[in-house]
């Protein structure tokens, strides 16, 4: 027997792809994935229908089709007043996961070494494994999840080239501040530093706070690389919809990986996504009325039932500590009670740091649900409670 690639030998497939698995053979209801249970966007289904019975269902120009193109730089100008040209900074991607592997191969060199700030989504670290570079990690403290300035100056060196801002972050639900974003425009400026940005839920922020996009700021747009896509805003996960913005030399290597990858995104869930990206802003404001609700809705449940939480500032998921459940020895066994016994499906939250233990004591909720789906979950959690074992 053939063993696999070097590379690929300290890997295993993502943990929370592996949760919804287990909540599918168990019958639990999925609180892990990413996964909205609730109907997309009408506009956008009638879109992909009328797209595949227009016949268009064949490869599109590599890059995404002009239209998408033209939509993309259009909602980013209108929205932080940042003009990407579409005919040569603007590459449709199969999915933000394809736009950061692209990023990682495009930029850095074996050896060259590349921030990540943790926790962070599990497919970070496989993009840096696959150009051969080395992670270097800046750790968010908990409860509130705060970006050290001190600590991120630390990570910085001649080495690094590269440096990964997830905002608004999965999985702490942190909006990252103009003050914090400021601090890693300084450093990359300092040291020639490129940023990566994961702004997949820039429209998904609750109160107060604002998505920032970290190429506005002084200095930064050609220092950017600004990626994001469609798939949370208008609950289209599997329709694989992103994008990668870039100045015209780095488009260009983006292009061709791109190119000799994925050849070209979903073409019908192309010209859907322009009708998507031209929704009125009332959408928007209802969308985030919708989520702030199911956002207070998972908080007063765990609180409920005596998880630690801090409220999510943006995105859709929720971290919170289960330490008082003494009974349960670490994240994934108690992830692995939840779904066997309780029938709630999360992720356990080592599996977003390089040192687990700093996340030996929570798990991750997603609360991209409808009504009816957290009614389930907390009838279920209640049914335990109510039999004397607890959570």
């Excluded at 590459?91 to 736009?99: A, K, L, Q, S, W």
């Excluded at 919809?241 to 260009?252: D, Q």
Aim: proline share 6%; glycine share 4%.
């Amino acid at each position: 027997m053939y063993p696999s690639a070097k590379r690929l030998q300290e890997f295993r497939t993502s943990v929370i792809r592996e949760m919804t698995r287990l909540a599918i053979k168990h019958k639990a209801i999925n609180m892990a994935q990413g996964l909205p249970d609730f109907p997309s966007p009408p506009e956008l289904i009638r879109a992909a229908s009328v797209a595949m019975e227009e016949g268009h269902n064949q490869y599109t120009n590599t890059w995404g089709i002009p239209e998408l193109r033209q939509a993309i730089s259009n909602n980013l100008q209108n929205l932080y007043d940042l003009y990407y040209d579409p005919e040569e900074q603007i590459t449709v991607t199969c999915g933000v996961t394809e736009g950061i592997v692209l990023a990682m191969l495009s930029l850095v060199n074996p050896g060259d070494e590349v921030i990540v700030i943790e926790p962070f989504h599990d497919n970070y670290l496989p993009a840096i494994n696959f150009a051969q570079a080395k992670p270097v990690f800046v750790r968010l403290e908990p409860p509130f999840f705060q970006l050290d300035p001190e600590r991120l100056r630390a990570a910085f060196s001649h080495k690094t080239k590269a440096i990964i801002v997830n905002t608004p972050h999965n999985p702490t639900g942190r909006v990252f501040t103009r003050e914090e974003l400021n601090s890693i425009a300084s450093l990359c400026r300092e040291f020639n530093v490129v940023a990566v940005t994961d702004e997949i839920y820039d429209r998904i922020t609750f109160d107060e706070h604002q998505h920032i996009p970290l190429a506005t700021l002084d200095g930064m747009f050609e220092q950017t690389l600004t990626i994001s896509g469609l798939s949370k805003t208008f609950s289209i996960t599997g329709w694989r919809i992103g994008y990668v913005c870039a100045p015209a030399n780095l488009s260009a290597a983006i292009r061709t990986l791109h190119d000799f990858t994925t050849i070209c995104a979903p073409a019908p869930f192309q010209y859907a996504a322009v009708a998507g990206l031209k929704l009125p802003e009332s959408f928007f404001e209802t969308q985030k009325q919708a989520y702030t609700t199911r956002r207070d809705r998972i908080v007063k449940i765990l609180e409920e039932y005596q998880f630690i939480v801090q409220p999510p500032q943006g995105a859709y998921y929720i971290m919170s500590d289960f330490s008082q459940y003494s009974a349960h020895a670490d994240d994934y066994e108690f992830a692995k009670y939840l779904v066997e016994e309780v029938g709630i499906a999360v992720v356990p939250g080592s599996s977003f740091y390089s040192t687990p233990e700093l996340g030996r004591n929570t798990v991750r909720w997603s609360f991209a649900k409808k009504t009816e789906t957290f009614d389930a979950v907390e009838q279920r959690l209640h049914l335990k409670k109510h039999r004397g074992v607890g959570v």
